[in-house]
Each structure stands twice: as C-alpha cells, then as structure tokens.
C-alpha cells in the first residue's frame, strides 16, 4: 500500500514537471532524446533525495538539469568532432518544443521563434518565470545568479519580446490578460 | 500590448511532453535504486577490524589482495553475461527483489572497440591469402556491493589478432 502511494506520488509530480524539466534542458542539448536523458538522470537524482517531491526543492531540481545538461553539451562536442571524423552524423529533424497547436498554429509559431531567437540567459529565465512557474529568488537558487540579475534578464527579455512581436501585434490579438486577483 | 498581454500569450503554449519511454525508464531507475537501498538496508555491517585505518605497508598488502580477488570474481563472472561489441550495455544482473545481502552483484560487462589496425595481406601458403587486422578492445566490469552502495570497476585492455580469409578475382 506505501509503495503504491510512493508510485503514485512520483509519477504524479513526474507528469506535472517533466514537460517543463524538458522545455528547459532543450536550452542546451541538441536533440530532445538527450534532453529526455537528463530529465531522467536529474529526476531520478532529486527524488531520491526528496522522497516526497517537496516542491520547496523544485529549485534544486532546476538547477540538476542545467548542471546535467552542460555536461551533456561538453560531451555532444566531443562526440560531434567524433562523427565528423568518421563520417557518421545525427539525422536531422528534431521533435517541436511545444505541443502542436491545434489552433493560432502561424501565431504559436511565431511565439516560439521569438523566445528562441532571444540570448541565452534571457530564454533561460522565460523558460523558469513562465513555464517552470518560479519566482525571481528560486529562478535565482536554481542558475546561481542574483535576484536582481534575474530580474533585469526577464525585464530585457520581455522588452526583446515585444520588439520582435511588435510587426505582428494586429495577427496575434493582444489577448487581455486574465484579471488577477 | 502590455507585458502582462505578452506573459498570457506566452503562458497559452504547452510545452512538448515527455514520451512514454521516459516515463518506464524513469520507473526502472526507481525501483532499481529502491531494491538498492532495501538489499543495503538489510545487510549485516562490516566487521570493525575492515575500518581500522591502515599504514602504508598493510596499504600496499591490501591493494595487491584486492587486485588478486577482483581477478577471481572477474573469472567467476557468469558466462551467459552477453558482451556486444561497440560499447553497448548489457546487464547481467540479477533480477527481482531476492539480493543476497553478503555478495557484490554484477551489474554490467561492456566491450568497447577502442581501434583496429589493418596490417596488411599476408600470404600463409601461396594460395591461401589473409588480411590481418589487430583488434584493440577494452573489456569493462561493473559491480555493486549493495551493503554500501559502494561500485568497482574493472578494466581489461585487449589486443587481438583476426585473420580474415582474401579472395581475389
């Protein structure tokens, strides 16, 4: 029965992070199988050490999958200057970063080219603030960066945004905000 | 459009999810460090006398006896263990929850193909013409003592000789 529950409980917070973990391992890896291999090793890592998936240690979990996925870039160059020597390379094509849209398909496309085409410190705070859910402090826990930094990252980020979005304003709509409370 | 437009736009994208694959692996990895973890747990713990620390002479000793008994278990390894070439993983440790607590458990043997030379055709008799290749391997054997978790390794570079038979037409 506890280890049915134990199941239970790791699978549950494995189906609500995992899509996130991967969004951002995809920073740095090149293909989203090895983006999946260090969801997996960081997972896996985490929980043993959180049994219960505390989500005061999300942080941490945030910042094993960019430490994993560093180690993971380092070893592709290796690996890349391997396969060019001996004529062996990766298929091309790659899994999408997001679900595939089943409406607004141009606009959703055009969304994630922006995000992408922003510097890498700055995609990489979006990715925590917006779709990993954390505040500025656990964004800061999570890359070693200071709260102020991260801070004016997602201020520059958000100011590329709109700059790169600006010539599309009328397609996209400007979709009001939910009011919050 | 405000920031906090933006934001809803932004937030209105799903990331992609995981496959299912990852899932089951995940699973495995888990159940495998639990079983880990429970055989650890169950175990007797070391004799005291394996914790005194040692000199350099009794260092030395050791060392030498630890190398002759790793040569012991390596030769002890079971033979059904598959060995695939080009460093692929094969596990050939035991399976289900049933760990003996006082033995180290084989957990995989790799062959990774390190090299080959071509070392040119050699005529054995006048008819009989044969390529010879040297084979440059490295055999690796990886264990885990589930008492503390502790892991050895192993490694075995190899050379071999291949002849292989040339026809000309």
Redesign the interface.
């Known amino acids: 029965m506890k280890a049915d529950d134990t199941n239970n409980d790791?699978?549950r917070c494995?189906?609500e992070l995992?899509?996130?973990l991967?969004?951002y391992a995809r920073q740095w890896t090149a293909t989203?199988a090895d983006a999946?291999d260090v969801?997996?090793m960081a997972?896996?890592r985490w929980?043993?050490k959180n049994p219960g998936g505390n989500r005061e240690h999300i942080p941490l979990l945030y910042a094993a999958v960019r430490s994993i996925s560093l180690d993971v870039r380092k070893s592709d160059v290796r690996r890349a200057k391997r396969e060019l020597a001996s004529d062996l390379s990766m298929p091309e094509g790659d899994?999408?970063?997001?679900?595939p849209?089943v409406e607004d398909r141009e606009?959703?496309q055009l969304?994630?080219r922006a995000?992408l085409s922003l510097p890498a410190d700055q995609r990489e705070v979006?990715t925590l603030r917006?779709?990993g859910g954390l505040t500025y402090a656990e964004i800061a826990k999570a890359t070693g960066e200071t709260t102020n930094t991260v801070a004016s990252r997602y201020r520059y980020a958000?100011t590329n945004?709109?700059r790169v979005?600006a010539p599309h304003?009328e397609d996209?709509g400007?979709?009001?905000?939910?009011a919050t409370a | 459009?405000n920031?906090?437009?933006?934001?809803?736009?932004?937030?209105?994208?799903?990331?992609?999810?995981?496959?299912a694959?990852?899932?089951d692996?995940?699973?495995h990895?888990?159940a495998l460090?639990a079983m880990f973890r429970e055989a650890a747990e169950t175990a007797t713990p070391l004799p005291a006398q394996h914790r005194k620390p040692m000199t350099w002479a009794s260092a030395a000793f050791w060392a030498g006896a630890g190398a002759a008994a790793a040569v012991v278990v390596m030769l002890a390894l079971p033979q059904g263990a598959a060995i695939s070439p080009h460093g692929s993983t094969l596990a050939s440790g035991k399976s289900g929850n049933t760990l003996p607590p006082d033995a180290i458990m084989p957990v995989s043997t790799t062959r990774e193909w390190v090299g080959v030379e071509d070392q040119g055709i050699r005529f054995v008799t006048p008819d009989n013409p044969q390529r010879q290749m040297q084979v440059r391997t490295v055999e690796r054997y990886r264990w885990i003592d589930p008492r503390d978790g502790a892991e050895y390794i192993i490694e075995t570079p190899q050379i071999e000789s291949v002849a292989l038979p040339v026809k000309f037409q």
């Not at chain 1, 899994?95 to 679900?99: C, E, I, L, S, T």
């Not at chain 2, 920031?3 to 496959?19: G, I, K, Q, V, Y």
């Open positions: 790791w699978q494995f189906q995992a899509p996130k991967l969004l989203a999946e969801v997996q997972f896996v929980w043993q899994k999408p970063y997001f679900d849209p606009n959703r969304l994630e995000v979006v917006i779709w958000l945004l709109h979005l304003r996209l400007a979709a009001p905000a939910p | 459009m920031d906090a437009n933006l934001e809803h736009l932004l937030r209105t994208m799903t990331p992609a999810a995981p496959s694959e990852l899932t692996r995940v699973k990895d888990l460090a």
